[in-house]
């Protein structure tokens, strides 16, 4: 081998050496959750238990960036987590998947994301004369369904739960360790909204920020963490990211740019008002439309999104154990 | 009368003519909800058929701070609003009030917020044989209390939701045209947590900022609106205004400082991180403390403070009627 080809593997393995530690640096000064070991156990004997089926993680609502240590004031992202509870539901009803459901505290679950609670607790009667509680008839029909498929799939589900940005990306970050194992079996669906810029804590105020006078925030960039995730992390999985723009002139290009950037397999592009009803499924060659009217069918588009990743990954799969078989 | 006084006297007119137009100069510039006059008869219509008792106005949660046009991205306040929903139910028990609940959309209310939608859904059961749904008879009790409650008082309770802090700041306004017709049988309990800082619309993106470099964004205070609804809207109510602070040490001395600017009539302080176990009720003369354990006695301090501010808005009804036999 020439000593120039030596060098160039060099150069190559400290680039790499160089964004591994750049990563590790942006890690190590944010504040760390002290549940992650007891997440890792978890998660590993929910795979483990489910390594009959494909495993799919999804994450799904906002994450929060605190303005002060003793957090009383947040930046937050607009998500109720509808996308991702709703695609956790239709994709475990395929039968073919086990569902790690990461989302955002008190965001949309599974199941119950259908009412409010307020709304569940207007169907529930108490009855004087029988001192006994009932469900409204009317009501009993749709929460039937949903206990149903509840009681069908929910050994199937594992759920964990963010507030803030640093426990969002620590939990995804271990999670990927249990998760790289299941190599191509492997789906990740990243529905959640995670916050771009944040505070570094030795930047932040210790207390409530008083309103004496006019606030200046300075905001950092957030690292793409989908890049490790998709070179390092777990280089062999299905990876499907979200892009949320409010301008669809730059949608489509920005989804193609993160598909080159991170070199993962699928972007769903959507636009904040018309999310529920459109969404372009972006490839590095090419790109499909999925539209539903939403009101009018009373349908949701997640299940036509969810029917149309899993054919994808299925597809993905099928080349992986050709390539390797002919090797 | 000498010139000298007629000259002061004009002094003190301008300078509430000044502040009037200070506050309408800045909710001019903010957006304007379109449900104002709807909310404006439903509570009229509502405060009129309630006109036996006393009026409560409870606001609750935190307001939203958008920093996109199209909002994405917003700033919030740390409140699930356990204080504002507890305390609507500790005071529609007493049978004396009907309460306007004005809550954030989303936070906790009263009745359902002793149960997260899963939780609630976890208690409810398909059975197969009967196709049925059944309650879990260890959780009967206290759903039967709680329905029971609800029973009883709901139609003395009127919910309206905001978001943003605009909405909040819009909808108060326009309740207290309602509420000053019943002069100082009104209670005005301000739990909510708004915002000090916001961004003028102008000054705002008009798409989701785009994350291509770090972000500096600039607050400008929020006029502190207590003082115009203490002084102008509802002159007669009995106003009080919640103070929390994460530092023990400045909290009494701006609870005070609150009181001598707003001029209403007390101040319930407290601290994040004990604020389920001690409150400090604080007047412009004396300060009165409340204490509970709250882990281990299983009780609620909001029960503590409703009991002492109907007891306090009694006695200050009294006051008002004495003095106005005498006059």
Not at 2 to 21: I, K, N, P
Not at 38 to 58: D, Q
Not at 155 to 172: A, Q, V
Not at 196 to 211: G, L, R, T, V
Request: charged letters at 25%; aromatic letters at 8%.
């Amino acid at each position: 081998m020439a000593s120039g080809t030596s060098h160039l593997m060099t150069q190559r393995q400290s680039s790499v050496f160089d964004e591994l530690v750049q990563i590790d640096e942006f890690f190590a000064q944010l504040q760390k959750p002290s549940n992650l070991d007891s997440i890792r156990t978890k998660a590993g004997e929910f795979c483990k238990r489910n390594e009959h089926l494909k495993i799919a993680l999804i994450t799904s609502g906002g994450t929060t960036v605190p303005m002060e240590l003793n957090t009383v004031r947040f930046v937050d992202n607009f998500s109720a987590g509808t996308r991702g509870s709703a695609s956790t539901e239709y994709l475990l009803q395929t039968g073919q998947y086990a569902v790690i459901f990461l989302y955002r505290s008190k965001s949309l679950e599974p199941y119950s994301r259908h009412f409010s609670p307020d709304e569940l607790l207007n169907q529930l009667q108490w009855e004087p004369e029988t001192d006994d509680i009932t469900v409204s008839s009317s009501f009993k029909p749709k929460l039937r369904e949903i206990l149903k498929h509840k009681k069908e799939t929910e050994d199937r589900l594992l759920k964990i739960t963010f507030t803030t940005l640093s426990e969002y990306l620590f939990t995804l970050r271990e999670l990927t360790l249990v998760l790289n194992e299941f190599g191509s079996n492997t789906m990740l669906y990243l529905a959640a909204a995670v916050s771009d810029f944040y505070i570094p804590p030795e930047n932040m105020a210790i207390h409530k920020i008083q309103s004496s006078e006019p606030l200046r925030l300075h905001f950092e960039l957030v690292p793409k963490v989908l890049r490790p995730l998709v070179k390092f992390w777990v280089p062999d999985a299905f990876v499907i990211s979200f892009k949320l723009e409010t301008d669809e002139n730059i949608l489509l290009s920005k989804a193609r740019k993160a598909l080159t950037k991170y070199g993962h397999k699928l972007v769903i592009a959507n636009e904040l008002n018309t999310r529920k009803d459109k969404v372009t499924l972006v490839t590095e060659t090419d790109s499909e439309v999925i539209k539903v009217d939403s009101q009018l069918n009373n349908v949701e588009i997640e299940k036509f999104i969810v029917e149309n990743v899993v054919q994808r990954h299925q597809d993905f799969i099928t080349q992986v154990e050709a390539e390797t078989s002919t090797h």
